[in-house]
């Protein structure tokens, strides 16, 4: 072992997972891996070698967190091994964005257009929602809140959240949106209420199809509100 960290892990319902605060051990080691003998004759280089990363949390959680890691990249130190985690991570991300783009989401599976050209141009379309709604489920999970709500929403959006959360805030501190009103976490609160998320903390944060599905319909009422007041003019 050549180090231990902290992380906090949020309520997953969905995997069984609740909010816990976990204690990892990193080790890591060289290894070998040999050319399978079926591609030997093919010019492949006869082996490789990697470093093995485990990453084990210690204690009795259900579902405790077990990875291990395969890279071609030099690690010599808790540091580094630490970073190619970090990097692992990431791949989350990139999941949310096919995750969004695909049934549940936007649905681009389901596209009846003809030509590349056709869906590279939706895929672009879409990415300013999908972008959205990343910032959204980043910052509900930053202490700090994540980016300024102007850097996210614009001013039509901020003042159409503020009548929203009026009507959604529950009656007890636990159903109310408690979160500094000048960040991307305050806004989230209300978009994840939008789309059906009941604000509770024991049902984990809201996940990105329930931001998208709030998202939409906060469009809708924006809309409804332009329409109004054009309606009103004439």
Same mark, same amino acid.
């Given at each position: 072992m050549v180090g231990v %960290?902290?992380?906090?892990? &949020?309520?997953?319902?969905?995997?069984?997972? %609740?909010?816990?605060k976990a204690s990892i051990e990193l080790r890591f080691s060289n290894c070998e891996i040999k050319c399978p003998a079926n591609i030997?004759?093919?010019? @492949? &280089? /006869?082996?490789?070698?990697?470093?093995? *990363?485990?990453? /084990?949390?210690?204690? =009795?959680?259900? =579902? $405790?967190?077990?990875?291990?890691?395969?890279?071609?990249h030099r690690v010599e130190n808790f540091e580094q091994a630490l970073l190619i985690v970090d990097w692992y991570g990431v791949r989350w991300y990139v999941e949310q964005v096919f995750r969004l783009l695909k049934h549940q989401g936007f649905g681009?599976?389901?596209?009846?257009?003809?030509?590349?050209w056709a869906l590279r141009k939706l895929v672009v379309m879409q990415l300013s929602a999908l972008l959205? *709604?990343?910032?959204? =489920? *980043?910052? @509900?999970?930053? $202490?700090?809140?994540?980016? &300024?709500?102007?850097?996210?929403?614009?001013?039509?959006? *901020?003042?159409v959240l503020k009548k929203l959360e009026k009507k959604l805030n529950g009656k007890t501190i636990k159903l109310r949106n408690n979160f500094d009103s000048k960040t991307t976490k305050w806004a989230t609160w209300i978009i994840a209420r939008l789309?059906?998320? /009941?604000g509770y903390e024991s049902q984990g944060p809201p996940g990105v199809i329930v931001l998208k599905r709030g998202l939409e319909r906060l469009g809708y009422i924006i809309e409804g509100i332009r329409l109004e007041k054009d309606v009103g003019t004439r």
């Open positions: %960290y902290t992380i906090e892990v &949020p309520t997953d319902k969905r995997k069984h997972q %609740y909010r816990r030997s004759n093919k010019g @492949y &280089p /006869k082996s490789i070698t990697v470093t093995c *990363i485990s990453v /084990k949390e210690t204690g =009795n959680a259900t =579902n $405790p967190i077990c990875w291990r890691l395969l890279t071609t681009i599976e389901e596209a009846e257009l003809e030509t590349g959205k *709604i990343l910032q959204m =489920n *980043i910052a @509900y999970s930053e $202490p700090e809140g994540g980016q &300024p709500i102007e850097e996210v929403f614009d001013q039509e959006q *901020i003042q789309g059906g998320w /009941k």
